[in-house]
């Protein structure tokens, strides 16, 4: 199993031997011992308590936030490393005037029995908006147990959102992030390793056998695809995004403190494109920056540090002049995995453009 394959290279082996779910699905389950405790949880409150939350996009329309999370619930199902714990079935909108405001959550936006082609595991979403018409575009397996990539729309950024019959022609895997440039062109990443099937489509056929490069190989690449006028299909084929060290050179597979492994997320800052992601298996939210949308990007460092509960993924938005992440932890559930909750922090860049490292498991100013 890829567990066995990337502890050794991590900082966090012992860890990462016990651990149940990584990004926004399970890992090994061959090795099961209690969970890590923080010795000091982060102060920061969760946005809402009512649920459990997960997986945040955070958006910005018509002056407002926005979070489209997925919804963890307690299945019952234990804990494998194909993730069927992670059993959502559900999305629900929060939004808020600014950040530190009354949070609003709202009723169900859609539920997988209004999805034609949906079988099971409405993982991580996200959002856009055009010309009044809001899109939420989410994983989910189909009726062959295949994640696909669906698309919905409403004329509200709270839903309910109505699906298209069928998932986008062509997607695949998990974690789609839509970001929409300067010019109006948009474009969806996506990719997720592991319980997220990307390592079965590297030779652009699903294969359901997990394949995985060797160590000294390029690490698997995260996708993207400029989307068509609608926003319902792609328009052109899929494409890797490569994410280069500091010498030009493609992050190996062994390099899982910095390579990708799911939640890409992509947004502008000061003329420069930032593509950040969870390593995963390392739980690191880290990033990379680059010239265009598509890449390449130069990895630069690790935004947020691991959380309470081992899972990492996040959204980045400006509101009102000042730059936030959203991000999810354990800490409202008791540090169980598979019920997490939304939290956001200020982030903060550094003059030449670097973003300030930050450590949720410790104290963080008030937002």
């Known amino acids: 199993m890829i567990a066995k394959k990337t502890l050794k290279h991590s900082g966090f082996a012992l860890l990462v031997a016990s651990l149940l779910a990584t990004g926004c699905q399970s890992t090994s389950t061959e090795v099961q011992t209690e969970e890590p405790v923080a010795e000091e949880t982060s102060p920061i409150s969760p946005l809402v308590t009512e649920i459990y939350t997960a997986d945040p996009s955070a958006h910005v329309f018509n002056g407002k ?6 919804h963890d619930i307690d299945a019952g199902i234990p804990e494998k490393d194909d993730g069927s714990h992670f059993a959502m079935r559900d999305y629900r909108v929060m939004s808020m005037d600014s950040v530190g405001g009354k949070v609003k959550l709202h009723d169900v936006a859609l539920d997988i029995k209004d999805v034609p082609w949906a079988g099971r595991q409405m993982w991580a979403p996200d959002a856009t908006e055009k010309d009044g018409t809001y899109y939420l575009f989410f994983p989910a397996k189909d009726k062959q147990d295949v994640f696909r990539i669906g698309v919905a729309t409403s004329s509200s950024p709270t839903g309910p959102f109505k699906a ?4 986008i022609e062509g997607s695949y895997s998990i974690d789609p992030a839509v970001f929409k440039d300067d010019n109006g062109d948009y474009y969806m990443y996506f990719g997720g390793i592991w319980g997220g099937q990307l390592q079965r489509w590297s030779s652009g056929e699903y294969n359901e056998k997990d394949e995985y490069p060797a160590d000294d190989q390029p690490a698997l690449s995260p996708k993207v695809a400029k989307l068509s006028s609608d926003l ?5 084929e899929v494409k890797d995004i490569q994410i280069l060290d500091k010498d030009g050179k493609p992050l190996l597979a062994k390099d899982n403190e910095k390579r990708f492994f799911e939640a890409a997320w992509v947004h502008k800052y000061n003329g420069k494109y930032y ?4 390593t995963g298996d390392t739980h690191n939210i880290a990033y990379a920056i680059g010239d265009s949308p598509v890449g390449p990007f130069t990895y630069q460092g690790v935004i947020l540090k691991p959380v309470l509960g081992w899972t990492n993924h996040h959204s980045i938005v400006e509101k009102d002049g000042k730059w936030y992440l959203f991000f999810h932890d354990s800490s409202l559930s008791g ?3 598979p019920l997490r909750s939304v939290k956001v922090t200020e982030l903060k860049y550094n003059p030449d453009g670097t973003i300030q490292t930050i450590d949720a498991m410790v104290a963080q100013p008030e937002v």
Do not use: A, E, L
């Open 164 to 167: 298209q019959p069928t998932p």
């Open 65 to 70: 936030i926005y979070v489209y999370p997925s």
């Open 275 to 278: 593509f950040s992601y969870s």
């Open 232 to 236: 319902m299909s792609f328009d052109g």
């Open 335 to 337: 540090g169980k995995t």
